[in-house]
């Protein structure tokens, strides 16, 4: 079991940034690849971004503004945001896979977090 703990969300002016952080307990959190998805209201959850052993991978419309990282020490994993818009608001999450090939499905991850709000505003 895998018990993670999004934060670092908040209010934000269109441009600006902000750094989301998923601290995970429980199994070998090295072990694992990480991801992040996103939730608008009235929308289905999206892809945002993943980090495995084999490297990292973006949606195409995040390339450039947003960088996954992860401390295997810490046993975080973080998202980076820059130049961020309006359209960026969304409830975002952290999770974990086990697998370490796809990676962009909901269905693809075995762990999730209770997500962190974030509104970015205009």
């Known amino acids: 079991q895998v018990h993670l703990v999004e934060s670092g969300g908040g209010l934000v002016q269109a441009g600006g940034s902000l750094r989301l952080s998923c601290t995970a307990s429980?199994?070998?959190?090295?072990?694992?690849?990480m991801g992040w998805f996103r939730q608008a209201p009235g929308k289905e959850r999206e892809f945002v971004a993943t980090i495995s052993w084999s490297g990292t991978y973006y949606a195409d419309s995040l390339k450039g503004r947003f960088t996954i990282s992860r401390d295997n020490a810490k046993d975080t994993v973080y998202l980076q945001m820059n130049s961020l818009k309006p359209e960026d608001t969304a409830v975002y999450y952290c999770?974990?896979?086990?697998?370490?090939?796809?990676?962009?499905?909901?269905?693809?991850?075995?762990?999730w977090g209770q997500g962190t709000q974030v509104t970015v505003s205009s």
């Open positions: 999770a974990a896979a086990s697998r370490t090939y796809g990676l962009v499905l909901s269905h693809e991850y075995d762990y």
């Open positions: 429980g199994r070998t959190f090295s072990s694992y690849s």
